[in-house]
């Protein structure tokens, strides 16, 4: 479908990451993980390109986020204030969860956490009995998205886990210092031939967990995958 919604909110995330909110079009149906399309600007400077929504069906808002890139539709997700109109289409994609496996891992780096905070927040939500172990690379500690909220549905959630490791730490880091690797896996996930693995994040580091979970030996259909490029 294709509408017109309101922007309601917008929130800064991270010193290069905000979240714009827009009221939810009664007829919206979306499942977790889904993207969107949406069209901001004005005239010469309007802009249209898909986007994660990092909002989950159970949360009465729609929400992307987004890190401030410089480039033009990131611009235009910037300079948008509450009240202002958008176009929206969608929803989009298959990189979903509704509850249809028992045990879930997700690998993700920088934006890409943004379907899968839509995931958790929904599993938290409904209560569901999967497990989810959630692995999450970052940069800098300054740069976790939904550090707080992570935390928070890990305290809420029984079922939940969220593992986070930094490649750059400043001195006040005290987690994991390294990129998400076999080892990690295998640790902190004993279970994951047992998994089906949610994977997403830039398609460097996408496709070298691929690599990484097939030498472990996980089937192509246990492993799910979205790409997040660095540019829009």
Same mark, same amino acid.
């Given at each position: 479908?294709?509408?017109?919604? !309101?922007?309601?909110?917008?929130?800064?995330?991270?010193?290069?990451?905000?979240?714009?909110?827009?009221?939810?079009?009664?007829? %919206?149906?979306?499942?977790?993980?889904?993207?969107? =399309?949406?069209?901001?600007?004005?005239?010469?400077? +309007?802009?249209?390109?898909?986007?994660? /929504?990092?909002?989950?069906?159970?949360?009465? %808002? /729609?929400?992307?986020?987004?890190?401030?890139?410089?480039?033009?539709?990131?611009?235009? *997700?910037?300079? *948008?204030?509450?009240?202002?109109?958008?176009?929206?289409?969608?929803?989009?994609?298959? =990189?979903?969860?509704?509850?249809?496996?028992?045990? &879930? #891992?997700?690998?993700?780096?920088?934006?890409?956490?943004?379907?899968?905070? $839509? &995931?958790?927040?929904?599993?938290?939500?409904?209560?569901?009995?999967?497990?989810?172990?959630? /692995?999450? $690379?970052?940069?800098?500690?300054?740069?976790?998205?939904?550090?707080?909220? /992570?935390?928070?549905?890990?305290?809420?959630?029984?079922?939940?886990?969220?593992? +986070?490791?930094?490649?750059?730490?400043?001195?006040?880091?005290?987690? *994991?210092?390294?990129?998400?690797?076999?080892?990690? &896996?295998?640790?902190?996930?004993?279970?994951?031939?047992? #998994?089906? %693995? =949610?994977?997403?994040?830039? !398609? +460097?580091?996408?496709?070298?967990?691929?690599?990484?979970?097939?030498?472990?030996? *996980?089937?192509?259909?246990?492993? +799910?995958?979205?790409?997040?490029?660095?540019?829009?």
């Amino acid at each position: 479908m294709q509408t017109e919604t !309101r922007v309601t909110q917008v929130l800064p995330r991270t010193k290069d990451t905000l979240s714009v909110r827009f009221a939810r079009p009664a007829d %919206f149906d979306y499942k977790p993980g889904q993207f969107m =399309f949406i069209t901001a600007g004005e005239g010469e400077q +309007k802009v249209t390109k898909h986007i994660s /929504l990092s909002s989950s069906p159970t949360e009465d %808002f /729609l929400e992307v986020t987004k890190r401030l890139t410089g480039h033009e539709f990131s611009n235009a *997700l910037a300079a *948008l204030a509450a009240g202002d109109m958008v176009s929206i289409r969608g929803p989009y994609g298959a =990189f979903t969860f509704q509850g249809e496996y028992d045990t &879930i #891992c997700m690998l993700t780096g920088g934006i890409g956490i943004t379907p899968m905070r $839509s &995931i958790i927040r929904y599993s938290t939500d409904k209560e569901l009995p999967t497990s989810i172990v959630l /692995l999450y $690379s970052s940069r800098h500690e300054g740069e976790i998205i939904f550090e707080d909220e /992570l935390e928070s549905m890990a305290g809420q959630n029984p079922n939940f886990r969220v593992i +986070k490791t930094v490649t750059r730490p400043g001195p006040a880091w005290r987690g *994991l210092s390294k990129r998400i690797d076999r080892e990690m &896996i295998e640790r902190e996930v004993p279970n994951y031939a047992d #998994c089906v %693995f =949610f994977v997403s994040g830039p !398609r +460097k580091m996408v496709d070298e967990m691929i690599v990484l979970l097939e030498d472990l030996g *996980l089937p192509e259909d246990s492993i +799910k995958r979205e790409y997040f490029t660095g540019f829009g």
